[in-house]
């Protein structure tokens, strides 16, 4: 009982910090607010927004391995699946905002030139679309622990 609560506290821990910083990237990229501190702020917080989604998948992972169900419990779920599945959407999109992040650091750093508002628009409209997907994960997590829609 105790591996299982202090797995999921962790998992827990590490959803609520990748929320943390997905929020901040959204909130920091935005054109009317961005300077030079803010472009290598996102670095940063998306630094610590990538650490945050491999603790999650981490300790998810963990939970499936040596949670009380068992991996061959866990792994047969569909609903499982579907939460994988839209982590690694989310994993792929962020792709593109931590690529930007790191390009405006190096333009700034070389020519004190921030981003174009349209390109942060954009990149913004990324990290909103990453936002908007993972509160679909929790739904599949608590049907999951409901078991509802399970094999």
Not at 5 to 19: G, P, Q, S
Not at 51 to 78: D, I, Y
Not at 123 to 133: G, T, Y
Not at 138 to 148: E, T
Request: charged letters at 15%; a positive charge; hydrophobic letters at 60%.
């Amino acid at each position: 009982m105790t591996t299982e609560a202090l797995l999921a506290y962790l998992h827990f821990a590490a959803i609520l910090t990748l929320v943390v910083f997905m929020s901040s990237e959204a909130a920091l990229c935005r054109s009317e607010w961005l300077n030079a501190d803010v472009v290598r702020r996102l670095v940063r917080v998306d630094a610590i927004y990538g650490a945050a989604s491999a603790a999650v998948l981490l300790t998810g992972v963990a939970r499936t391995l040596w949670g009380m169900k068992g991996a061959g419990w866990f792994w047969s779920q569909p609903l499982l699946w579907t939460k994988l599945g839209l982590f690694v959407v989310i994993g792929l999109l962020s792709i593109k905002p931590t690529l930007a992040f790191l390009r405006w650091r190096k333009t700034l750093e070389a020519s004190g030139a921030l981003p174009p508002p349209d390109e942060v628009r954009a990149i913004r409209r990324i990290v909103m679309i990453e936002a908007h997907l993972l509160v679909l994960i929790p739904l599949a997590a608590v049907f999951l622990a409901r078991g509802i829609g399970v094999c």
